[in-house]
Structure formats: C-alpha cells, structure tokens
C-alpha cells in the first residue's frame, strides 16, 4: 500500500520533478530535497513536503530515491544521508553511474544495515512526464518485489539482475541510442547532399527494417533542427564514457561505441546543454558547407 511507503526524493530536476510528481499522483508520500532548494519548494503545491537537508529528507523515510548527476554526487549524498537513515531503509538510485559505482553504494549501505536497487532510466523527460520510463533495476528479487508497484507509477521496470545490474542495462540502451542518433544524422544529411528530400526518404523508410524512436522523434528534431535539451549532449557523454569503462573492465572491445564516443567529446565542446541529436551538429561540422535543412538552429 502506498500508505505505509514513505519516499525521500533527492534530486529535482529536468527528471527528477516530474517522476516525483508521479508518485505523488499515485498516492505516495514523499519528501522532496534538492541542492537548489527552490527547485524542490516547486513540489510543495503537488502534495509534497520539503526539507531543506538530507538528513531530514531520509529522517522518516523508508524508501530513498536519488535522481542526480553522476556517481560521485550520488556518493556525497549517501555519505551525508547514512547517519540518518532508518534501519532497513531502502535506497533506490535512478541515477545513470557506472557499474562499478553501483556496486560500491550496494556494499556501502549493505554495511550499514540498509538495501539498495540500482534502476536507471531511458524515456526522457517526456516520458517521465508520461509516467512511461523505461526502468532497469538491479536489485535481489525480494527487494524488488516490494517496490514494483512503486515502480509501476513511473514507468516499465524490469528486473535484470543483482545490484549493478541495472546500470549495465542502460549503458546497453544508451549505447544504441548514441549510436543511433548518429546513424540517423548521417542518414538525413546523406539524403539532403545527394539531392532526395530528406524529410520524404525519413517517411519512406519508417515501418521498415529502419523505424526506431530515434528515427521517429530525433530524425524530426534534427529535420526541425531543434536541439532543445531533452537528453543532454554532456549527458550522452558520460555514459559514452560510462559504457567504454564497462567494456574494459569486462574484457570487450566496442569499436563502433570509440568512434561514437569520439563524435560526442566534440560536439560537447561547443554545445554541452545542447540535446544530444546535436549529433547532427559535429557531423556537420566534420561536412563543411553541408546542412540539413535551412531553418535556424533552436537551443
């Protein structure tokens, strides 16, 4: 029951605030924290309280969430937050860390008599939003099952294994959507430079062996050229790094994933908060004199 479930959510931000506006909309109590505290206070008209430290956030709560920046961020906060967390109190990160990280925090609050689930998420803001996130948990199955439901307010989870797990699983889906969005903005460029309308070879292909999300939303966004942040550029970059650090320590080389890599570090020089369809922009920087489409870039 959402009754007895008492969620600290700690990181409000572009996905932050409104997967916490879905679990509040679901029935959950949650107490909102953030290091702009202005950023949480937007919660407070949802239902939500505030507190103005970690250490009240988790006080009373049974179930922490943290949706931050990175794994080191991600480990400040449990360091501030164990002197005060409840015995038993379960620690669901959503943040995208690397693996190893993940592993670290489960072993960290293991000792401390606390649980841990690692569960990264792919869907954006909009899905977010929409309460549709893909959502990749590592976790036992016994710590699972007590937070599918909650779970189920935000999204799609899967459980893909022990801790760590889930962020294996979003490095997978990040590494097919990096790769992707650059395919896509070679494709679209191809077609413009080769004289075909690329907005009417993006339609013909789509339903056949082609069609994908990236082609559907980003291939519009790159047609539109609008690269208005939903997944950051220095985001994908992180995780670029992120997946090349998973294969090393896993013993595999992923040649397609050093040269996408290499196509984000660039772009991220010039246009970090820019989305990360930007791909477009460091494809057309490597093309000089080619551009898709003649509008105005928004971002």
Known sequence: MTSAIHIAFLGIGLMGDPMARRLLQAGYRVT???????????????????????????????????????GPVVAQVIDVALPDLAPGALWIDMSSTRQSEAQQFHARLQASGCRFIDAPVSGGVAGAQ??????????????????????????????VGPAGSGQVAKLCNQLIVGATLNIVAEALLLA???????????????????????????????????????????????????????????????????????????????????????A????????????????PDKI
């Open 32 to 70: 909102a924290w953030n290091r702009t505290q202005a950023k949480a206070d937007a919660l407070a008209g949802a239902g939500a309280q505030v507190a103005a430290a970690v250490g009240d956030a988790v006080r009373q709560a049974n179930v922490v969430i943290s949706m931050l920046e990175a």
């Open 130 to 159: 929409a309460g549709t996130l893909a959502i990749m948990a590592g976790a036992s199955a016994a710590d699972y099952a007590g937070v599918d439901g909650l779970f189920g307010a935000m999204g799609r989870p899967t459980l």
């Open 280 to 295: 477009l922009l460091a494809l057309e920087q490597l093309n000089q004199g080619q551009r898709l489409g003649s509008g």
């Open 192 to 278: 413009q430079a080769a004289g075909a309308d690329p907005a009417a070879v993006r339609a013909a292909i789509r339903g056949g062996f082609a069609e994908s999300r990236i082609l559907d939303l980003h291939g519009q966004r790159m047609l539109e050229r609008n690269f208005v942040a939903g997944g950051q550029v220095k985001s994908q970059v992180k995780d670029m790094n992120n997946i090349l650090a998973a294969a090393e320590a896993a013993g595999v080389t992923l040649p397609v994933t050093k040269v996408v890599s290499e196509r984000y570090h660039a772009i991220e020089e010039v246009y970090p908060t820019a989305d990360h369809s930007a």
